[in-house]
């Protein structure tokens, strides 16, 4: 099992930037992928972004590449979502997850654990 949560949210101006974090815990992350999704008022849940442990290759969805930026910290077991030139859509409450199987997948249903969730808030 994996616990994950999330901190670093928070309130915004347009053009702004936040880090988000997620803290791992019950076992070291080695070949796991971890991934972000975003879910605003009244929409679907949202890929964001993804990353291999091992190796830390990447994966950005459309809408953010070029503005978030994915690392890890193995020594923490923890993973960061640097977010930069916020916009209001980016406005949702954000999730991390955790796929065991190394998939590097936009689809949420391949992914095993997830925190609770952060509020981001970009105001325009």
């Known amino acids: 099992q994996v616990q994950l949560v999330e901190s670093g949210g928070g309130l915004v101006q347009v053009g702004g930037s936040l880090r988000l974090s997620c803290e791992a815990s019950?076992?070291?992350?080695?070949?796991?992928?971890m991934g972000w999704f975003r879910q605003a008022p009244g929409k679907e849940r949202e890929f964001v972004a993804a990353i291999r442990w091992n190796g830390g290759t990447t994966y950005y969805a459309d809408s953010v590449k070029g503005r978030f930026t994915l690392s890890r910290d193995n020594s923490k077991n923890t993973g960061y979502l640097q977010m930069n030139s916020l916009l209001p859509e980016d406005t949702a409450v954000y999730y991390c997850a955790v796929d065991r199987h190394n998939g590097l997948s936009a689809v949420a249903r391949e992914y095993d654990y997830w925190g609770q969730g952060t509020q981001v808030t970009v105001s325009s």
């Open positions: 019950g076992r070291t992350l080695i070949y796991d992928t």
